[in-house]
């Protein structure tokens, strides 16, 4: 009794006065006490003296007796005039009687029964065990608790059943695994449940059969699977609740569904199964678990099929990102599985698996239904192969699939094929798809993000140069916008918020690219692989900007658990470790990045969304002398910019990267078409205009031939397009060069300025990231400003980018073949140039001053 509250109840009544009066019912399901306790208050009166009769047979009759008490077992099968003896017993006053049965079935006898005996007092209900009572009634058996993951499976498994319990409990102590280790259940108690089903009607054995097979406790559903009138399955499911074989809500108890389940032929059960499938359909009810069991036993079939179709149409149509696509892709698998046809369903599971983030699997799949002209969804294949290979950074290959597909095949996906072209500088083409998808697209969020997107790109292109930054960067928002609202699950080449920001880092508008690319992170949008193609741009921003310290965080974050990012993401990646290493002047570091981006760039085509990265990458390049591995990408990327007629928004920040870098290899007159294509640029773009005098700053400089004031101007002029760490660079770079004292000195100080003051010098903390790492020393610690020339000469440069690698002053004169002594002697005299006293002082100056020799 342990664990059931109102048996001991009783019992501990009885105990204490076994000669008073007792009348009382004693309900509760098969297998929940009801014969225990009986048994228990048997041992009780017969201890006290008192004779027991009726316990477990029809009882005869007796007159009311002080020494005798009577306790009937299972009084629902007793028949009516049975019944009424006890009730005449049970109203004649002195009396003890305890009678016992189950809920169901009700005869108006016991009915009767059950008001004359609860007049003396209140029914005794026994029922299933919550957890803490099987862990009372367990402890009481065994003398001490029990590990949680055996009171789980006991919970689990017996559904609270007192007498499954036990026999669930006594089989694991006999074999000795109480101690939770690899818990299951013991074969012998599905044996020994087996055999008490055995011992039930047929029919009950078959309703119990169609319930654990999945069928609802209906009482229309099981007459049709069963084949019997619902009156019929009513009283059946009635008896099946009263014998304590089904939970509360219907459902079989676990351990009777793996007896019943277990002792049916292989064959029926896929017969039942199939009825269950049938019904269920026929009346809408939920029957994938139905369909899995029967795919999982051999069964083949189109009602099977359509099952899992629609369960994986059903979860790709959730906003819930890749979990749910994860789930369609196991689903379409399990269509095929069951019969369906694989290049029909090959689409479908293509964009699932692309979703869930497995791109090669998706790839595979996407080629599969391309190769089949007979394919239904041509589109949806075009758009997944081509949206993979786009972040694969093969964009002329995901144009080439558009291109093939066709526009009368390529329905809502026209928007995504335009893109393709424009980034490969088929304007025309472009052009063309869009115009012939014009009013054919589905007013969906999604769809009008892609058109938005499509939109804002080629506004980019062609739009007057005075509006279309403003104007693509309006319309770029807006699609970013729809797509937060339409949650995760879009497949994209590319998303509206990393195409806002590039071209925003294009014009110069970075707090637009930041404020973008936040709320896309926030909101989701673009799915699993779209985190890192934000996170990365929001690395460049922050580098762009000058703060180096968030750009490295960024990058941080970026890298996968597993490593490896997409070939686009990681050209861009391995840019901005070069561009970071690039402007803290860390040669060995950037020599070890450059290694990295050699192999990053022969993976990635040109393209016109990848302009900023081979940009870096070109500087990087001519300063670690190298720059013939670049050479033919930056022709790849003029070429594409011919095509597409040269859009200042686009060609003018490749000019600025291209003009550096030729400056970077001692060739100035390399440098002057790019100088001349953003003065040309400059007339009509405001953001071209201030490069433009940038670049004649830088030319001016270098030929040794400038105005310190109009180096400044174009210095701050490069602050207000975000880009003051350029300008401190290009200030810094006429201070060293210039041979006017008081003019150095102001160069060094707006070089300082900029570098502490600029945009990126507010940049918002990563969310969640440590905000510690170590800023620059130059923006930190501002130098004191020299005393005397600051011309270092060329033997003085060599020392110093030397020195801020950390060499000692031996390994130093071994590289340039001099003596230890010489380089202290030149360290002295840059010490005395730069009037400092402090080793802190001197590498402050020195990472400025190299840091615009670098440029």
């Known amino acids: 009794m342990a664990g059931l509250a109102p048996a001991q109840t009783l019992y501990n009544a009885v105990c204490a006065d076994p000669s008073a009066p007792l009348a009382v019912s004693v309900i509760g399901p098969g297998g929940c ?38 306790l009937v077992d299972d009084a629902h099968q007793l028949d ?54 099987i862990q009372i009634r367990c402890a009481a058996r065994l003398g001490g608790g029990l590990p949680a993951s055996v009171v789980d499976l006991l919970c689990e498994q017996t559904g609270g059943v007192p007498m499954l319990i036990d026999w669930v409990v006594d089989s694991l102590q006999t074999f000795g695994r109480l101690d939770g280790d690899c818990l299951e259940l013991p074969s012998d108690v599905v044996d020994r449940v087996r055999h008490g089903l055995d011992r039930l009607a047929p029919q009950l054995r078959a ?31 009635s008896m099946a609740q009263s ?65 899992f179709e629609a369960a994986g149409d059903a979860a790709m149509s959730e906003p819930s990102g890749s979990g749910a696509a994860a789930q369609a892709a196991q689903l379409y698998a399990q269509a095929v599985a069951a019969g369906a046809d694989p290049a029909s369903l090959a689409p479908r599971r293509a964009e699932a698996s692309a979703l869930a983030g497995d791109l090669d699997k998706a790839l595979r799949l996407a080629d599969q239904a391309l190769s089949d002209p007979s394919c239904p969804d041509l589109g949806k294949a075009a758009n997944v192969a081509g949206a993979v290979l786009a972040q694969r950074g093969l964009l002329a290959r995901s144009a080439e699939v558009y291109r093939w597909v066709g526009p009368a095949r390529m329905g809502s996906a026209a928007p995504l094929a335009a893109l393709a072209l424009l980034g490969t500088g088929s304007l025309a083409e472009a052009r063309e798809v869009l115009a012939a998808s014009d009013g054919d697209r589905p007013p969906t969020l999604v769809a009008g993000a892609e058109s938005l997107m499509a939109a804002g790109v080629l506004e980019s292109v062609l739009g007057s140069p005075m509006a279309a930054a403003t ?56 799915g699993l692989f779209a985190r890192a193609r934000h996170q990365l741009l929001l690395a460049w921003t922050a580098m762009i900007r000058g703060d180096i310290s968030l750009a490295r965080r960024w990058l941080a974050r970026t890298v996968p658990d597993s490593g490896a990012l997409e070939p686009r993401e990681e050209l861009f990646a391995a840019a901005l470790a070069v561009g970071l290493a690039r402007r803290e002047s860390d040669i060995p570091t950037l020599q070890t990045a450059w290694a990295a981006a050699r192999e990053a760039i022969v993976r990635h085509p040109a393209d016109l969304f990848a302009l900023l990265p081979l940009g870096e990458l070109a500087v990087a390049a001519a300063r670690l002398r190298d720059f013939d591995r670049v050479a033919p990408h930056l022709e790849q990327a003029r070429i594409l910019l011919d095509r597409l007629g040269d859009p200042p928004l686009w060609a003018a920040p490749l000019h600025w990267y291209a003009m550096h870098a030729a400056m970077l290899r001692g060739q100035p007159s390399a440098a002057e078409p790019h100088a001349a294509a953003l003065v040309h640029a400059a007339k009509n773009n405001h953001y071209a205009a201030v490069l433009a005098a940038a670049g004649r700053a830088w030319m001016q400089v270098l030929a040794g031939q400038f105005d310190p004031t109009e180096v400044e101007t174009a210095a701050r002029g490069l602050q207000t397009i975000g880009q003051a760490n350029d300008g401190s660079r290009l200030v810094g770079q006429a201070a060293i060069r210039t041979t006017d004292r008081k003019a150095m000195v102001a160069l060094l100080g707006c070089a300082r300025a900029l570098q502490a003051t600029g945009p990126g010098a507010a940049s918002a903390v990563l969310d969640g990231a440590p905000d510690d790492s170590p800023e620059p020393v130059a923006a930190s610690r501002p130098a004191a400003a020299p005393s005397v020339a600051p011309m270092l000469s060329s033997r003085e440069r060599e020392v110093a980018e030397l020195i801020l690698t950390g060499l000692t002053y031996r390994q ?44």
């Open 471 to 526: 104007t693509a960067l309006s319309t770029l928002t807006r699609a970013a916008a729809l797509l937060e609202a339409g949650g995760p699950a879009a497949l994209l080449p590319d998303t509206p918020a990393a195409l806002a920001a590039i071209v925003a880092l294009h014009c110069g508008e970075l707090d637009v690219a930041v404020s973008v690319l936040e709320r896309a992170l926030a909101s989701g949008a673009g």
């Open 80 to 133: 009516g005039p049975g019944l009424d003896r006890l009730r005449r017993l049970a109203r004649s006053g002195e009396v003890r009687l305890v009678v016992a049965y189950r809920p169901w079935p009700r005869k108006p006898e016991l009915d009767e029964l059950e008001d004359a005996v609860g007049g003396h007092h209140p029914p005794v209900l026994l029922d299933r065990l919550d957890r803490r009572g």
């Open 33 to 70: 006490g009801k014969s225990a306790l009986l048994a228990a208050l048997r041992q009780a009166y017969l201890a006290a003296g008192v004779s027991v009769v009726g316990t477990g047979a029809v009882p005869v009759e007796l007159k009311p007796s002080s020494d005798v008490a009577m």
């Open 243 to 307: 014998a304590g074989l089904l939970l509360t809500d219907g459902r079989v108890i676990p351990l009777v569904r793996r007896a019943i389940v277990a002792v049916a032929a292989p064959g029926t059960r896929r017969v039942v199964a199939r009825l269950v499938l049938a019904a269920h359909l026929k009346r809408g009810r939920p029957v994938l678990g139905l369909a899995h069991q029967l795919v999982d036993a051999g069964a083949r079939g189109s009602d099977l099929t359509a099952v």
């Open 207 to 237: 309703l119990l059969l169609a319930v654990g097979l999945g069928a609802a406790p209906d009482s229309e559903i099981l007459a049709e699977v069963l084949v019997v009138d619902p009156a019929v399955v009513a009283d059946l499911l």
């Open 812 to 855: 130093i004169g071994e590289r340039l073949f001099i003596s230890a002594k010489t380089v202290e002697h030149h360290v002295a005299r840059m010490r005395q140039r730069l009037d400092v006293t402090s080793r802190d002082e001197l590498f402050a100056q020195l990472r400025m001053l190299v840091g615009a020799i670098g440029e």
